[in-house]
């Protein structure tokens, strides 16, 4: 397993949008259950989004409503479409398999930066 790379953050006004995108090297969104994290520094990194064979798409409380997680396999491509985005948002935004606890440390990747400021 690759490790994914991260793409599409960046600097934005609260309430603004952007759509993150991740890709691997190796095809296995279809395989494999997925989600989007984030992390601010000094605090844990947490769920953001997940698509499970089990459940489904599900998302955090704190951006229910707000984001949208999707993939498209025969692409190997996955995103996160955020809208309404606020402060609280700001965090290195990171894509792997779900659940975060399988994930060994040399197989996340760098992340992409999203900064919610005026």
């Known amino acids: 397993q690759g490790r994914p790379v991260e793409s599409g953050g960046g600097l934005v006004q609260p309430g603004g949008s952007l759509t993150l995108s991740c890709t691997t090297s190796e095809r296995f969104f279809d395989i494999y259950d997925m989600a989007w994290y984030r992390q601010v520094p000094g605090k844990e990194r947490e769920l953001v989004a997940s698509i499970t064979r089990a459940r489904g798409i599900t998302y955090a409380d704190s951006v229910k409503g707000r984001f949208i997680m999707s993939k498209d396999n025969g692409k190997n491509l996955m995103y996160l479409q955020m809208s309404s985005l606020k402060p609280e948002d700001t965090a290195v935004y990171y894509c792997?398999?779900?659940?975060?606890?399988?994930?060994?440390?040399?197989?996340w990747g760098q992340g992409t930066q999203v900064t919610v400021s005026s």
């Open positions: 792997n398999r779900w659940p975060m606890k399988i994930v060994a440390r040399h197989l």
